[in-house]
């Protein structure tokens, strides 16, 4: 039972450097959700969709886009990484409302260091 | 826009004794539902709690309860008997439901750092 599998675990990029951090999940989610981790500070969401087929900005989304693929997978691509976008980040995923458990499963996150 | 608040950056207690973190929140939307998570210092992101907001009673899972006040609007996490593995990182969260373009983000406070003294 793999839960949300994010790819890669590590990374380290360039200035200027493009590149996309994979997310897929096994649950049937609805929902799924891109934040980023900067030390000692809470998740800030970057993008997130509630459903196949849409998207919407979160609380941070300059510098990024997403895209959802089909109902497992939603990736965040970064098309020139900047110092300020050393961050960890997380992938999410969660049913959608009606459902009672309806709380978010989070993937290992992904650590990146842009230089 | 909604809006959690936590405001103890961090916390000290001594183990077996009880311990609360608060969590306030905004929104405007009556139908929302409040999460709890603890991240350790390995960084995974472990769920621990929910609250509903039509729930008429708090959310209990073992030692952790959720005292709820509607309509203070808070949400704060109650650990019973604190174990030295409570030691980590604790997010408050939450979710509104409307099914409005842009709404049903999970979004999360700035989390309190607790550690437990043997």
């Known amino acids: 039972n793999a839960g949300v599998t994010q790819t890669p675990k590590f990374q380290v990029l360039k200035t200027g450097q493009s590149m996309t951090l994979q997310c897929a999940q096994d649950?049937?989610?609805?929902?799924m959700y891109w934040y980023r981790q900067d030390p000692g500070m809470g998740l800030r969401l970057i993008y997130y969709?509630?459903?196949?087929?849409?998207?919407d900005k979160g609380e941070v989304p300059n510098g990024y886009n997403v895209s959802r693929l089909n109902k497992r997978e939603f990736s965040l691509r970064l098309e020139s990484a900047a110092p300020s976008q050393t961050s960890v980040y997380f992938c999410?995923?969660?049913?959608?409302?009606?459902?009672?458990?309806?709380?978010?499963?989070f993937g290992q996150g992904t650590r990146l260091t842009v230089v | 826009a909604q809006k959690i608040t936590q405001t103890q950056p961090g916390m000290f207690v001594q183990e077996k004794e009880a311990v609360t973190l608060d969590c306030t929140y905004d929104?405007?939307?009556?139908?929302?539902?409040l999460f709890w998570y603890k991240q350790p210092s390995s960084g995974e992101m472990i769920f621990l709690i929910y609250q509903g907001s039509y729930d008429q009673q708090n959310a209990t899972e073992g030692r952790y309860s959720l005292n709820f006040q509607k309509a203070r609007k808070s949400a704060n996490l109650v650990i019973s008997a604190s174990q030295l593995g409570d030691s980590a990182m604790y997010f408050c969260a939450m979710r509104e439901w409307r099914r409005v373009q842009g709404a049903q983000k999970l979004v999360f406070g700035q989390g309190t750092r607790l550690t437990i003294n043997p």
């Open positions: 649950m049937n989610h609805n929902s």
């Open positions: 999410a995923s969660s049913r959608a409302q009606g459902y009672t458990n309806t709380e978010a499963f």
């Open positions: 929104t405007s939307d009556p139908s929302y539902g």
């Open positions: 969709s509630a459903s196949e087929g849409t998207t």
